[in-house]
């Protein structure tokens, strides 16, 4: 991109003060540090600052804040749908229309929502059929995931296990969607091998099944070591603790997990969903049911050459998520709103927002068009006792340039903002005032 300056983009994630163990917090830090390491971007963090362009990766009241001032250039990256609020949040059927009118509005509120998966550009485009979607996965850094020796006798250290065991590792949070109840399961099936489910509930009792799955974790005959919550920093060594990654989640969009510990060296064993068959653009494995995931289990433990086709599925899997092409496709994006941007002015801000639009297109002022010197939009203004100063029979809904006149209130009438404070008044019809002092001042609607 050629800009004077580097643009800089804002990016937000409420999950920076809170509901860190999970994935959207893993994708929000590594949009940050790619986007910081591309050299073409300075990049602002939450509440650090303003810039040119707004990325947003959660969808709280934050987000809504925070993308006020950015009209234009609100870009959203959409990691949760509709369907996964089921096995995630409790009393979903009931919360279910409220979860689509909110999202809705969310998704609404962007001016270019990035999709990571099919599924979610065909959820976006249904709830939100103005926003324009782009399709990008998330970012793998494969500095950070990479398979280590060294991580693999800290992470079993770490973990207490010890180095002759075959150990299968889940991640998620403990909640039916994440499949934690069926790993139980599984791990019940085969007591020859080591299973261990890191992940805990980052919204404490706000998520599902809270009670059902503690009841099954406290169980005697439940053979899985819940190792708790760890920062992402941790989650390398982790990965390369175990032998083998089970993926049992009911219902996924773009995870990472899966691709992380791929990127570890591990065999991954996903459960069969439509998701993944249109995302993935390379085979991989797939189990449908319980009894299918404990015979992968056996076979990874058993076959050494199955294990290893499989470690190969893994290393072809990564590549759909090197950071170039994510980066590539990213600044398309950004490159696109920051030259069709309209720049604020520090004085449009006090004006009513109301966009005055004849068939669909904002209108500029005759002004603004000779000089070009800004492209901001006409916008109506005025209050009801707000008349003419010299006239006040004249009508008190004016049509002004939004850069170039303010509301100056009651006895203050209507002031030319770009000629001098003396020039006090636009006169002429509703559909064209003009400066009292300066004709050249025209805001005719054209």
Not at 158 to 178: S, T, W, Y
Not at 188 to 206: I, K, S, T
Not at 228 to 248: I, K, R, V
Not at 262 to 269: D, H, Q, R, S, Y
Request: glycine fraction near 8%.
């Amino acid at each position: 991109m050629e800009h004077s300056r580097r643009a800089r983009i804002h990016v937000i994630s409420e999950t920076a003060f809170y509901g860190k163990g999970q994935g959207v917090h893993t994708a929000f830090v590594d949009c940050v540090n790619f986007l910081g390491k591309s050299g073409r971007y300075d990049v602002v963090v939450n509440g650090a600052g303003w810039g040119d362009l707004f990325h947003a990766h959660t969808y709280g009241p934050y987000y809504f804040w925070k993308g006020r001032r950015y009209k234009g250039r609100r870009v959203f990256t959409a990691h949760v749908i509709p369907d996964s609020a089921k096995g995630s949040i409790p009393a979903e059927r009931l919360m279910r229309p409220l979860v689509r009118w909110y999202l809705r509005r969310v998704y609404t509120y962007a001016d270019v929502c990035i999709s990571i998966s099919p599924v979610v550009t065909d959820q976006v485009r249904r709830l939100s059929p103005s926003t324009q979607v782009v399709e990008i996965v998330n970012p793998l850094n494969t500095e950070r995931f990479r398979p280590s020796q060294e991580l693999r006798r800290a992470g079993r250290r770490r973990l207490g296990l010890p180095d002759n065991a075959f150990v299968a590792l889940g991640v998620g949070q403990l909640e039916k969607r994440k499949g934690v109840e069926d790993f139980i399961d599984i791990a019940a099936a085969c007591p020859e091998v080591r299973f261990v489910w890191v992940g805990g509930r980052p919204y404490g009792a706000a998520t599902e099944g809270v009670g059902r799955i503690n009841a099954k974790m406290r169980r005697e005959d439940c053979a899985v070591q819940f190792a708790g919550l760890f920062d992402l920093e941790d989650m390398p060594t982790l990965y390369n603790a175990a032998d083998l990654f089970l993926f049992p989640s009911l219902q996924e969009n773009c995870p990472m997990a899966p691709i992380e510990a791929a990127a570890c060296g591990l065999p991954v064993v996903f459960r069969d969903l439509p998701e993944y068959r249109r995302l993935y653009q390379s085979p991989y494995l797939a189990a449908p049911d319980t009894p299918a995931f404990v015979e992968f289990v056996r076979r990874l433990h058993n076959d050494e050459a199955f294990r290893e086709r499989a470690k190969g599925l893994s290393e072809a899997l990564i590549r759909q998520f090197e950071t170039t092409q994510v980066l590539e496709a990213l600044d398309s994006v950004y490159e696109t709103l920051l030259r069709s941007r309209q720049p604020v002015s520090r004085l449009s801000r006090f004006l009513p927002r109301r966009v005055v639009r004849r068939n669909g297109a904002p209108h500029r002022c005759d002004a603004c068009v000779a000089k070009d010197e800004h492209d901001a939009p006409a916008v109506r203004t005025g209050i009801r006792r707000a008349g003419c100063r010299e006239d006040p029979g004249r009508a008190a809904t004016t049509t002004v340039c939004g850069r170039s006149a303010r509301n100056q209130g009651g006895s203050g009438g209507w002031r030319c903002a770009e000629a001098a404070p003396r020039h006090r008044t636009f006169r002429g019809s509703p559909a064209g005032r003009q400066c009292s002092r300066d004709d050249r001042s025209e805001s005719r609607l054209t």
